[in-house]
């Protein structure tokens, strides 16, 4: 399927004649040259022409280059997984990486380990291993490691890398490949092994979860987003990595190339979030979102709708938010259509995409107000996108899926949406604003009407919604809400496979008095009480009531403040739940 892509692109050359610029201005619907201000700043202002399918005529948009910043073209790194079996002791490389518990560091009265691989190694290395764990009081905490150059083995190293009390779940093997990459690059290693003391106790199926997980782990530990920087760091020396005693088979080398895909995808994520608002306009998100389809355009196709385009739709409550910006909003439907076309079920994620959010004309100010971070406003549509590749990648089978992205900016101008005034949702519902800054909100309102119309059973939205989610689950933990017990488990299951953290929040409906508006059908937010739960019953009105619908806030898990960057939080569980509905 082709990408159609209705949107503002690139130009070369600009119109000075004023009869030429008339009809610009008459095919946009603004009317006039003092109309056309209201969309962009910059004077003069270049030409704009919107069309559908096909290019007519080019344009450069100042605000996406302001500063002239272009982000460095990095090639990714590229890392080979093999699943062995093979003796520790006779494995060739520059580091064996073993994970362990806490009771696998338990010792008999001789001071000798217990645990049948580290006796072994330690047997091998005459007891340096056991002495060198002990000088350096290693005892298999989660985040302790020590990487030992000994020599007597194969490997050129020995890493022991603590797993805490147990180890069971995808988050704490994630955390194993982790700390495998910080130790490759610190040791400027190529080839690594990777090894459980005690992988006895896992099912087959836990052990194939262990091994994605760590293959993912090690993978996305070994990222760096180094596209804004004048000169890169030391580019990461790692090759391959060998997973042994984990199994081999068609079965597992199949989860290690899911890791493969669904790892890219959240690379690319990642750097969608990361990259500030002047470089990742609406405009460039939208392309961004065209070129996927246009990777896998066996399975995905695309659809940029224009002002014009949702003006019909009647997309009030989202246009009212993008009003005050010189970068036009850019409305994103990639549609995903399995190999064969047969769908059993349809599913839509909607992501919420404001590659910047200033708060309008109620600006964020204040210590602690993050303005600074809100190019990561976007973190939803983020997760939606990156989704999206991996589901093309993927190709799973039986499932439609819409990924809807309503992105734009919220700003401040003469043109902008005021504290007070009144707007109109695509399905008729009237929005009092009384906060310019919950605005969000009124961008997936429209979104979700959309989503509902494309004929879905099921829908979820991802969005860096409330700070009240924040402060109730903390940074590390995503807020969900939904009344439908059935798409609670779903998403739960996917997330425990992902090893996201996501918490089911409660839709207490008597908390809707809060959002009632004297002159409209409600008000935009109602305060700082149960504020996450009332942005929440905000968005259930922009919902068929057929359709099951969950709410997902991310604002907390989507930016990882100790290492300053965005994490990819929500693909890898919204992957997860795309296949376990095409099954």
């Not at 007519?56 to 590229?78: E, F, N, V, W, Y």
């Not at 064969?340 to 349809?346: N, P």
């Not at 990819?568 to 095409?582: A, D, H, P, Q």
């Amino acid at each position: 399927m082709s990408a159609i892509v209705v949107s503002l692109t690139t130009c070369l050359s600009w119109s000075s004649s004023p009869s030429s610029s008339s009809l610009l201005f008459s095919k946009l619907g603004l009317g006039s040259a003092a109309a056309f201000r209201r969309y962009c700043a910059p004077s003069p202002p270049p030409p704009l022409l919107f069309c559908r399918g096909k290019l007519r005529m080019t344009h450069s948009i100042a605000c996406a280059t302001l500063g002239l910043t272009k982000p460095a073209q990095i090639d990714p790194l590229k890392i080979s997984f093999a699943a062995k079996e093979v003796d520790v002791v006779e494995w060739k490389g520059d580091i064996l990486a073993v994970g362990v518990t806490e009771k696998d560091m338990g010792k008999d009265d001789n001071s000798k380990f217990q645990n049948s691989i580290l006796k072994k190694l330690d047997a091998q290395l005459g007891g340096l291993l056991s002495e060198a764990s002990s000088e350096e009081d290693f005892t298999g905490k989660p985040g302790q490691s020590t990487v030992i150059r000994l020599p007597g083995i194969g490997s050129k190293r020995v890493g022991l890398i603590g797993l805490g009390q147990s180890a069971s779940r995808a988050g704490d093997f994630r955390s194993l490949g982790e700390s495998v990459a910080a130790a490759a690059k610190a040791a400027q290693a190529s080839n690594v092994a990777v090894v459980l003391a005690s992988s006895d106790g896992l099912s087959d199926e836990s052990k194939l979860t262990a091994a994605s997980a760590v293959a993912s782990g090690t993978v996305l530990g070994t990222f760096e987003d180094n596209r804004y920087r004048s000169e890169s760091k030391k580019p990461v020396s790692l090759k391959s990595v060998d997973i042994i005693g984990l199994g081999t088979g068609p079965e597992l080398e199949k989860k290690l190339k899911y890791a493969e895909h669904v790892s890219s995808a959240v690379i690319f994520g990642r750097e969608l979030v990361n990259s500030p608002a002047n470089v990742l306009t609406p405009a460039v998100l939208a392309e961004e979102a065209s070129k996927v389809a246009s990777m896998y355009s066996d399975v995905l196709s695309a659809t940029i709708l224009d002002i014009e385009k949702c003006k019909e739709l009647k997309m009030g409550s989202y246009l009212g938010v993008a009003a005050a910006s010189a970068n036009l909003p850019h409305f994103i439907h990639l549609c995903y259509k399995p190999p064969g076309g047969s769908a059993k079920i349809k599913l839509a994620l909607v992501g919420k995409g404001l590659t910047f959010d200033s708060g309008g004309y109620n600006i964020k100010t204040g210590p602690g107000c993050l303005i600074e971070n809100m190019k990561y406003d976007m973190g939803g549509a983020a997760a939606v996108l990156g989704a999206a590749k991996a589901i093309g990648q993927i190709k799973p089978p039986g499932v439609e899926v819409h990924f809807i992205v309503a992105a734009c900016e919220n700003m401040i101008s003469g043109t902008g949406m005021r504290p007070g005034d009144i707007i109109t949702a695509a399905n008729g519902k009237t929005i009092e604003v009384n906060n310019t800054d919950a605005e969000g909100r009124l961008t997936l309102a429209d979104a979700l009407i959309y989503a509902c119309n494309q004929g879905v059973d099921k829908v979820i939205d991802l969005a860096t919604l409330t700070g009240a989610c924040v402060i109730a689950l903390g940074p590390s933990v995503a807020g969900a809400f939904t009344p439908s017990d059935d798409l609670a488990n779903e998403v739960m299951a996917a997330s425990k496979v992902s090893g996201e953290k996501i918490w089911r929040m409660p839709l207490e409906e008597s908390y809707w008095e809060m959002m009632k508006s004297g002159v409209a059908d409600m008000v935009n937010t109602g305060g700082r009480q149960g504020g996450t739960i009332t942005a929440a019953l905000f968005l259930k009105q922009y919902v068929d009531e057929k359709v099951q619908w969950m709410h997902i806030d991310i604002a907390g898990p989507v930016w990882s403040e100790k290492m300053r960057s965005a994490t990819g939080f929500g693909i890898s569980t919204m992957v997860e739940w795309v296949l376990k509905n095409s099954c």
